[in-house]
C-alpha cells in the first residue's frame, strides 16, 4: 500500500491497543501499513476485521460464550435450517443469522444455544417450541418435520451414551476446554487436525519433528489473517521447536484411525518417525482460505531439510519466549510476529 502523502510504498508494523467493546477495555494486536515520513498509520477492511475479531473473540472467552462455529456446528448436527433453529430458541431469524456470522450474542441467547448442544436440553426445547407444531394449541401435534427432528435428536442422546468413552479420549488429547487464547480461539478438533496431518503425510513424508513445525505454522498463519486457527491446537514450546501439545498422543490416535502409516526410520543417532498418507485428504472439511494456508506451508518448507525447518522455527518469538519460560503453552498473539 503506498502512502497518501508521499506515494512511497509503506511497511507493515505490528500495533498494540486498546479497544474498548460492552463498556470494557481488550488488549489487541494487529497489522497496520506504516508511513515512514509522516509518521502515521494507516489500516485495511482486512486489518480492522483481524482487530475486531480478536476483541469479540477475548470477550466471549471471557464470558463464557459459544463461538460462531459452535453456532453452526450445534444447529448442522440437528440437521436445521437457521430459520427453524432461530424459532425453535425464540430469536428473531436475523439475529440468529448474524451470531452465526461473528456477531457476539448477549448472555441469555448464549445460555440458550449452548443449552441447544444437549440433546436432552434441545429436545426439551422443540417440545416447547411451536416451530413443529401443527397447531398451538395441541402441545404433542407434531407435523411429520417435527416428529422426524424428535427421532433424530433421540437418536442423538442413545450415540452420545455410546461414543462417551471416546469423546473423553479426545478432549484428553487436544483440551476439553472452551476455545482461548491457546487454541486460537477454535474448539479443538481432531478431524480437522488428522486432515492436516493427512495433507502433509501425502505431499511431504514429513518426519514428526518436521510436522510438528508444518502444523504450527499452518495454525498461527490463518490465525495471523483470520484471527482464529484452523484446528483449534494448544502448541508448546520444547527444545525442538514448537509442537502440538501431547503430540505423540494425538498421532498415536490418528495412526489408530487408519488415516495415516508412520514408519520408523533409523539414523546413526536413533531413529525417526516417517509419516505417510493412508487416505484421501478430505477438502471439503477446510475453507478457502484454509486450503491456501495449508498449500502456502507446503510450498515453503516442502524442500526443506529438519535441521532447516527446526532452525527457521527457533526465529520465532512464538518459541524464544516460550522455550525461556519452561516449555510453556504458546498464546496466538504471537502469530502476528511470524517470520513467513
Not at 507493515?12 to 460492552?22: G, H, P, Q, S, Y
Not at 522455550?323 to 510453556?328: L, P, R, T
Request: hydrophobic residues 30%; neutral net charge.
Amino acid at each position: 500500500m503506498k502512502s497518501p502523502f508521499t506515494g512511497k510504498e509503506m511497511s507493515i508494523k505490528i500495533k498494540k491497543e486498546d479497544l474498548t467493546f460492552r463498556k470494557e477495555l481488550f488488549n489487541v494486536t494487529y497489522p497496520s501499513f506504516y508511513c515512514t515520513d509522516s509518521k502515521q498509520y494507516f489500516t485495511t477492511t482486512e486489518f480492522d476485521t483481524v482487530k475486531m475479531r480478536q476483541v469479540y473473540n477475548q470477550y466471549r472467552d471471557k464470558y463464557n460464550l459459544p463461538f460462531p462455529e459452535e453456532i453452526k456446528e450445534i444447529r448442522a448436527k440437528y440437521g436445521l435450517s437457521a430459520t427453524k433453529m432461530s424459532e425453535i430458541l425464540g430469536f428473531g431469524v436475523n439475529s440468529y443469522r448474524n451470531y452465526e456470522n461473528g456477531e457476539v450474542p448477549n448472555q441469555s441467547n448464549a445460555n440458550l444455544i449452548q443449552l441447544a448442544n444437549d440433546p436432552i436440553q434441545f429436545k426439551s426445547l422443540v417440545r416447547l417450541s411451536n416451530a413443529f407444531k401443527e397447531s398451538s394449541d395441541d402441545k404433542n401435534d407434531f407435523t411429520i418435520e417435527g416428529h422426524r427432528l424428535l427421532d433424530k435428536i433421540d437418536r442423538l442422546i442413545e450415540k452420545k451414551k455410546k461414543i462417551r468413552f471416546s469423546l473423553r479420549f479426545e478432549n484428553y488429547l487436544l483440551g476439553n476446554k472452551l476455545p482461548d487464547n491457546y487454541s486460537g480461539y477454535v474448539k479443538p478438533n481432531i478431524e480437522k487436525l488428522t486432515e492436516m496431518v493427512v495433507y502433509f503425510a501425502q505431499n511431504m513424508q514429513p518426519y514428526v519433528t518436521q510436522l510438528n513445525k508444518l502444523l504450527f505454522y499452518c495454525d498461527f498463519l490463518h490465525y495471523k489473517s483470520e484471527a482464529v486457527s484452523i484446528s483449534g491446537t494448544r502448541y508448546r514450546a520444547i527444545n525442538m521447536g514448537p509442537v502440538p501439545n501431547n503430540y505423540d498422543s494425538i498421532f498415536d490416535y490418528i495412526k489408530n484411525t487408519e488415516a495415516i502409516k508412520i514408519i520408523k526410520t533409523e539414523f546413526d543417532r536413533g531413529y525417526s518417525q516417517e509419516f505417510i498418507g493412508n487416505k484421501d485428504f478430505d477438502s471439503e472439511k477446510f475453507t478457502d482460505k484454509e486450503l491456501e494456508i495449508l498449500d502456502r506451508v507446503y510450498q515453503e518448507f516442502k524442500s526443506k531439510s529438519t535441521t532447516e525447518i527446526i532452525e527457521k522455527s527457533h526465529l520465532e518469538d512464538a518459541w524464544k519466549d516460550n522455550f525461556e519460560n519452561g516449555k510453556s503453552l504458546i498464546d496466538y498473539k504471537y502469530a502476528f510476529n511470524l517470520n513467513i
